[in-house]
């Protein structure tokens, strides 16, 4: 279909200013909406008011029908967008981080959502985003000059019709989706716990564990401090790494996730020569326990490469001979051991373990070849598990690139919605 091509500048005044009005009105309670309580499928979060007074200057304003979408990365590629809808008193002011678009009298707000919010006009206002680093931001300008293809109020009725009716058919396959990985998630904790807690045997005598949630254990599993098992003294302590562009790897309390490290999830070396006085601790091995002490606090993970280095707030255990690693990092990762660190913990913003505390913490136990047992037996279920999640993740993906495929094809006119049915 061949529409005419406009521009956004046209069709919607970008961030309007507050009405006269609201100055007489000081008291008055207006929605507030911080980038938090946007969200990526479009909701929006409105559980906070202001008055009037206190936001009327330093902060974005809009009205009920407005259009705002996030212009900070990455918050504008993860596609935080929505229309603003049951605003108290119909206003509302929020962070200066989004841009508003106000659809004149060309163009239905919601078609201009759609606009806002497609394929192309994200991939050209990443390409078109100013500043360094993470504050990066989409400018005004370039949304002002977006050119597309405007139908008329009509055919733009029927596009939105179209897209509100598939795209809630694939959003309930998405939900289904992502409730598929939590009771998947779900069950995986479960069948972990469960192990390191009761073990594989239903019909095994057991004794009272000593801790009231946790019940009953196998008789025969010793509750030890955890410290009994690991071999030389722990040492916590550790120089500050001269940080360089490559080297050896230093892995931080950000790579260390529930069981394994993520080498992703931040990409920092230490210089060769540093690397013994940085380690002085004990150069680590194969099979050491990992442990986070403060931010996140309590996440356990295996080292598989020994040449790295560790930064501060990472500790190191290295097993004795009697306790299996696998065992002891699925043990430390579930609620039980999780729980003896939440009671121990200090700190306001960010809990924090101190070393004294370590002496405390207790691990749950059977013999070694049991603890094997067990571990290979998690080792199948966890990977059986983790691969229905992937399968269900990668759905998602599918979905999604559906969805953004058929927005891009609806609004520019490449499929006839009157047909849109047939070609979805």
Known sequence: MSWPSTRVRYVAELNPTAPAWLTFHPELEASFLPMEAIGEDASLRLDQTRPVEAVR?????????????????????????????????????????????RANSRILNRFLFYVLTEDRF???????????????????????????????????????????????????????????????AEKRQASITHAVTKGLDPTAPTKPSGIPWLGAIPAHWTQKPMCHYMA????????????????????????VRKGFIDYSASTEYVAVEDYDSVMS??????????????????????????????????????????????????????????AQLE?????????????????????????????????????????????LMQRAKAGISLLLERRSALISAAVTGKIDVREGAAWL
């Open 57 to 101: 200057n330093g902060y974005s304003f809009f009205q009920e029908g407005d259009v705002a979408f996030a212009k900070v990365t990455p918050c504008f590629e993860n596609g935080k967008a929505a229309i603003m809808s049951g605003l108290t008193e119909g206003v509302g002011f929020g962070t200066t981080e989004i841009t508003v678009a």
């Open 232 to 255: 030389g003294r722990v040492d916590y302590r550790g120089a500050t790494p001269k940080k360089t562009d490559d080297g050896i790897f230093l892995v931080t309390a950000k790579n």
């Open 343 to 387: 009671e121990r913990a200090t700190g306001s913003t960010a809990l924090g373990l101190k070393a004294s505390k370590l002496i405390e913490l207790r691990l749950t136990a059977p013999s070694r070849d049991e603890q094997q047992r067990i571990v290979d037996f998690l080792d199948t279920a966890v990977r059986r598990i983790d691969g």
């Open 122 to 184: 994200k991939q050209l206002g990443k390409s078109a985003m100013t500043g360094a680093g993470g504050l990066k931001r989409v400018p005004d300008l370039f949304t002002k000059d977006f050119s597309f293809p405007l139908p008329s109020l009509a055919e733009q009725q029927q596009i939105i019709a179209f897209l509100d009716h598939e795209t809630s058919q694939i959003d309930d396959l998405i939900g289904k989706q992502e409730r598929l990985i939590e009771l998947l």
């Open 281 to 338: 601790r004990g150069i680590p091995a194969i099979g050491d326990i990992l442990m986070t002490m403060e931010a996140p606090l309590g996440n356990f993970a295996l080292i598989d490469d020994p040449k790295v280095a560790l930064a501060q707030r990472v500790i190191k255990f290295r097993p004795k001979a009697e306790l299996v690693p696998a065992f002891a990092a699925y043990a430390a990762n579930s609620p039980y051991f999780q």
